[in-house]
């Protein structure tokens, strides 16, 4: 199909460049630990001194995923003095105004060079590598960008930054290239729905509820391996079963073949009450997936046991969902042959 006029201006700016985005922080301690913190990263080459001295760096490392996070914009939306103030985004918005006012992040990737140390000053340059011809999915019609973003770590030799003078340039030749973001969006004007299509899909549905009919669309299946086996046909005899070390007598999940606390083998499994406390959850609006309920209300669950655990939630007002209420497992089967645990409210 031939393009729009319009996308010829657009994809002329395929292939373009745009200067340096800076840390506002040399990479350091404090903020490597407050990551591992967050994210549950529970690694000494990491936080501890003594031990990353032993090995093979020969001092603490910053986590190769934290890439992304050293160079990110402060609460403000502002970058530090020397960035380039030029948007690497410019493209989305000339999309948007030709009437693609949505946008969805597809594809993050990071490949890392080299591990990063503590007092490295990193900037990353943006290229915009590709523009999808236009696609229709199941969100809508629109276009796939592509950007690239290149790290580097800025040599100590390297003058000062001026800061009148960074905006477009290119990395020195002594900066390190220490990394790469691949990050991919679809830029689209989401599908019209059509609404008596859509009434008269409600009224099937409905229907379908009130005979002995299967609905055509079945709940997937689990992927089942011999780790999580016994996960599986626990929740068949209704009992929630969480993966526990005979060694250090500890719980874990998701299951694993190994201990993540003591790297023990010795794994079998504990029946855990099923109560427990929503600690984070989201609400899924879109896409609709049937046959799920929509809007799909997905918690993450502490149990009272220690570990945590993701499952739908059901019987719940989702507007009323409150961190910290406490929840209870509930057993379903679907489809004769599928029984999952899900979570509701205790007091219902
Ligand atoms: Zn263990």
């Known amino acids: 199909m031939a393009e729009y006029e319009w996308m010829t201006d657009v994809r002329a700016m395929v292939g373009r460049e745009y200067g340096r985005t800076y840390a506002w922080d040399r990479v350091n301690e404090a903020m490597i630990r407050q990551w591992c913190e967050v994210m549950g990263v529970v690694n000494p080459l990491y936080t501890d001194a003594d031990v990353a001295r032993q090995s093979e760096f020969g001092a603490i490392v910053a986590p ?88 580097f770590s800025e040599q100590p030799s390297a003058a000062e930054p001026d800061p009148g003078k960074f905006g477009s340039e290119q990395p020195s030749i002594e900066d390190e290239k220490v990394g790469e973001l691949l990050f991919r969006v679809f830029k689209f004007r989401a599908a019209q729905r059509d609404e008596s299509q859509a009434n008269a899909n409600k009224a099937k549905a409905a229907d379908h509820e009130n005979s002995a009919e299967k609905p055509a669309i079945k709940r997937p299946q689990p992927g089942v391996s011999d780790d999580t086996r016994f996960f599986w046909e626990g929740a068949r005899e209704g009992k929630l079963l969480i993966q526990h070390c005979t060694a250090c007598d500890r719980l874990q999940h998701p299951p694993g073949p190994v201990c993540m606390h003591c790297h023990a083998f010795e794994l079998d499994s504990v029946e855990v009450s099923g109560g427990g406390e929503l600690y984070s959850f989201v609400i899924m609006h879109y896409p609709e997936v049937p046959p799920f309920e929509h809007p799909n209300p997905i918690g993450l669950i502490e149990l009272d046991e220690g570990v945590r655990l993701i499952a739908g939630l059901v019987d719940v007002d989702q507007d009323a969902l409150e961190i910290g209420q406490r929840l209870q497992v509930e057993f379903r089967t679907f489809d004769d042959d599928l029984t999952l645990p899900l979570f509701r409210p205790a007091s219902a």
């Open 64 to 151: 190769p995923a934290m890439l992304q996070a050293w160079c990110l914009a402060g609460l403000n939306d502002e970058y530090p003095p020397g960035s380039t103030e030029e948007s690497p985004y410019e493209v989305l918005k000339q999309i948007e105004a030709q009437g693609y006012p949505s946008v969805v992040a597809v594809n993050s990737e990071l490949t890392f060079d080299r591990y990063i140390t503590v007092g490295e000053r990193l900037y990353y340059t943006t290229r915009l590598e590709s523009i999808s011809e236009e696609k229709t999915t199941g969100l809508g019609t629109g276009f796939f960008v592509t950007l690239i973003m290149t790290y």
